[in-house]
């Protein structure tokens, strides 16, 4: 018998190739992926911490004396703080955007009570602004018996079981694999 009767090495049989090449395949597709998920948890921390820094910015020295920037500093606030939880809701690494949702919903409600029971939309800096001359000058008070039970439903849906366990969910995360220690609050201007 000669020596081409004989297939070739073991390695070189179509079968062994084949599968050798969906492995490969196989491999490299579950690498990429791990790459990605890594890539988008590193995003979400780089993204957490500058939402995180700019929710403990203070506000302008000139905030003080202007109450013109004083309210667009608080809706800005307002607004970016929602806009970073949508955001995170959509984007969050695991379960994570769901206790995102949760808390993205609460201050959602918090600002449209806000809205309906007293008529300021406290994202917009002219509402806001009319909003705090309003209470300073004792035209609106926020601890109205009239408008309280609304404000008040509300609060207690933003410290209800499923926020506190989103709120307890994101900032475990944040704190374990972002090393930032966060605050999420949900209180009405009435708190």
């Known amino acids: 018998m000669s020596d081409s009767s004989l297939p070739g090495p073991v390695w070189r049989r179509p079968v062994v190739l084949a599968v050798a090449g969906a492995l490969v395949l196989v491999l490299a597709a579950g690498g990429w992926f791990f790459f990605l998920r890594t890539d988008a948890r590193e995003q979400y921390c780089t993204d957490l911490r500058a939402s995180d820094a700019a929710s403990k910015e203070a506000a302008p020295a000139e905030a003080a004396n202007d109450p013109a920037v004083l309210a667009e500093f608080t809706a800005g606030r307002i607004a970016a703080r929602i806009a970073d939880a949508e955001d995170f809701a959509d984007n969050a690494p695991g379960d994570l955007g769901a206790s995102w949702e949760v808390f993205a919903v609460r201050l959602k409600d ?20 009319q909003f705090l001359t309003d209470v300073q000058s004792g035209a609106v ?35 374990s694999e972002c090393s930032v220690e966060i605050s999420l609050s949900t209180s009405t201007p009435a708190q």
Do not use: F, W
């Not at 918090?110 to 602004?129: F, R, S």
């Not at 109205?144 to 008040?152: E, G, S």
């Open 110 to 129: 918090i600002v449209d009570t806000v809205e309906k029971a007293l008529g300021y939309d406290l994202t917009d800096p002219q509402a806001m602004q």
């Open 141 to 175: 008070n926020p601890s109205d018996p009239a408008i309280q039970p609304q404000l008040a439903a509300v609060q207690a849906r933003a410290a209800d079981a499923e926020a506190l366990a989103a709120n307890s969910a994101i900032t475990q995360d944040a704190q």
